[in-house]
T-cell receptor
Framework: DMKVTQMPRYLIKRMGENVLLECGQD?????MYWYRQDPGLGLQLIYI???????SEGDIPKGYRVSRKKREHFSLILDSAKTNQTSVYFC????????????FGHGTKLSVL | AQKVTQTQTSISVMEKTTVTMDCVYE???????LFWYKQTASGEIVFLIR??????ENATVGHYSLNFQKPKSSIGLIITATQIEDSAVYFC?????????????FGQGTILKVYL
């Protein structure tokens, strides 16, 4: 069953708190991504991971960090969350070197108050 | 740097008609890959169709097809015989072949509303 799973689906945090968003995939895909979606801006790439412990910044990495210790699991961490990080976060994965289609999770709606 | 632009914010069409959604892109690479994704009302994002830059033939999958105009850096999505369930947000995306790592860059999206 080809699936990307994100936890949690909804999250409310206060400004300054730490946030952990988790993502798992069951397809043994090498490449995984974190995007955020804001109205009118489409999907913006935060980080990309080519495999375990092989991560690279995307277009908007400031304020975020990632961890990938197992191929099937990719975490997004917000240290001391800010109100402008309120957004919907999508995790995705793709086979091989990223030329293939992306499989997306259902997203995590994060509100930072 | 690569860039993808969708200028149509929203389109409304009657059911069973054909609609075209526009997308233009910027890239320095001679080889690149273009994708269209659909985001449903529930938020789910699914892959629809793909065009490789070196292929001259327009890709077609079911009632989705592409109008690839390489000299114009344009990749339009055509949906024929639209159905109510085609109502969604459609995103165009590009992945360069050699540069920019493996980044997939998305356009801003076009909202499609299909009515009876």
């Amino acid at each position: 069953d080809m699936k990307v799973t994100q936890m949690p689906r909804y999250l409310i945090k206060r400004m300054g708190e730490n946030v952990l968003l988790e993502c798992g995939q069951d397809m043994s895909h090498e490449t995984m991504y974190w995007y955020r979606q804001d109205p009118g801006l489409g999907l913006q790439l935060i980080y990309i991971s080519y495999d375990v412990d092989s991560n690279s910044e995307g277009d908007i990495p400031k304020g975020y960090r990632v961890s990938r210790k197992k191929r099937e699991h990719f975490s997004l961490i917000l240290d001391s969350a800010k109100t402008n990080q309120t957004s919907v976060y999508f995790c995705a994965s793709s086979k091989g070197q990223g030329f293939e289609r992306l499989f997306f999770g259902h997203g995590t709606k994060l509100s930072v108050l | 740097a690569q860039k993808v632009t969708q200028t149509q914010t929203s389109i409304s069409v009657m059911e069973k008609t054909t609609v075209t959604m526009d997308c233009v892109y910027e890239t320095q690479d001679s080889s690149y890959f273009l994708f269209w994704y659909k985001q449903t009302a529930s938020g789910e994002i699914v892959f629809l169709i793909r065009q490789d830059s070196y292929k001259k033939e327009n890709a077609t999958v079911g009632h989705y097809s592409l109008n690839f105009q390489k000299p114009k850096s344009s990749i339009g999505l055509i949906i024929t015989a639209t159905q109510i369930e085609d109502s969604a947000v459609y995103f165009c995306a590009m992945r360069e072949g050699t540069s920019s790592g493996q980044k997939l860059v998305f356009g801003q999206g076009t909202i499609l509303k299909v009515y009876l």
